[in-house]
């Protein structure tokens, strides 16, 4: 599960790097993925499947009332790695991607090698945070 969920966003932190987007259709297939490994090892339940999908939600809807400066691609990734991950591990790995990007971005303002309106790629913070998450939660 850690090495899917790895793999899949390594490419797409390169793809948001390089193009600020993640195509759909390799999220659909991270989906199809993550819906096959929450069946083959059991995420526990309808319940817990849908707690999982809490903060894509909540991304998803960050994106729409904020006129997408948070992209739809990342809360559907997110909504996706809550799917692979679970609610906790999805909601660390959140977590601390948003914190690593805020510390960035502050580098970035106080530096000013950015503005107020720079736009910077989500997904390798969110790459960074699921690292934080694995080497964190193998450690418990």
Do not use: H, Q
Not at 66 to 72: A, K, L, Q, V
């Amino acid at each position: 599960m850690w090495v899917i969920a790895g793999s899949f966003m390594a490419v797409c932190s390169i793809i948001d790097i390089k193009k600020k987007e993640i195509p759909l259709p390799l999220i659909g297939f991270f989906a199809a993925a993550a819906v096959v490994c929450s069946v083959v090892f059991g995420a526990g339940g309808w319940e817990a499947f849908l707690f999982s999908l809490i903060p894509g939600s909540c991304l998803l809807l960050l994106g729409l009332c904020t006129r997408e400066s948070i992209g739809y691609g990342d809360g559907l990734l997110v909504l996706v790695l809550g799917i692979i991950l679970g609610p906790e591990k999805c909601l660390m790995t959140v977590g601390t991607g948003l914190a690593a990007s805020s510390i960035y971005a502050l580098a970035l303002l106080v530096c000013r090698k950015a503005d107020g309106r720079s736009r910077l790629p989500f997904v390798p913070f969110l790459t960074l945070g699921l690292g934080v998450t694995f080497i964190v939660w193998n450690k418990m």
